[in-house]
């Protein structure tokens, strides 16, 4: 089965996911929905609508209210790949948040991870 683009992923699918990998690590939803605030700007009302309209990467990034300007200080590699070197912008801000998260579960300080 050929992979699907980052873009046209469920962010529905995947969120749930994120959860996951940071509970394992003794982190809490309300942490990973924490950082997709400040990653995106959504509230939790926000963030709910786009859950269950099931909305792509794509639509999730392109309707998100404010993307912080801060995530360009989100460097390193997620999955092999530097996360300043993607070309992408959609595929971009989903690596920021997957390293976000990959922060949050290896025990980081939140105050560290939103690059406070």
Request: glycine share 6%; hydrophobic share 40%.
């Amino acid at each position: 089965m050929p992979r699907m683009s980052i873009p046209q992923m469920s962010f529905a699918k995947v969120y749930p996911l994120l959860v996951q990998k940071a509970e394992r690590k003794g982190r809490t939803k309300d942490e990973v929905d924490q950082l997709v605030f400040w990653l995106t700007g959504y509230d939790a009302a926000g963030l709910q609508a786009q859950l269950e309209a099931d909305a792509t990467y794509e639509q999730f990034f392109s309707s998100a209210p404010k993307l912080n300007p801060n995530r360009a200080l989100i460097t390193g590699k997620i999955c092999g790949v530097d996360v300043a070197a993607i070309e992408d912008p959609v595929e971009q801000n989903a690596r920021y948040l997957d390293k976000l998260v990959d922060e949050l579960a290896r025990g980081r300080a939140m105050e560290k991870i939103l690059r406070s």
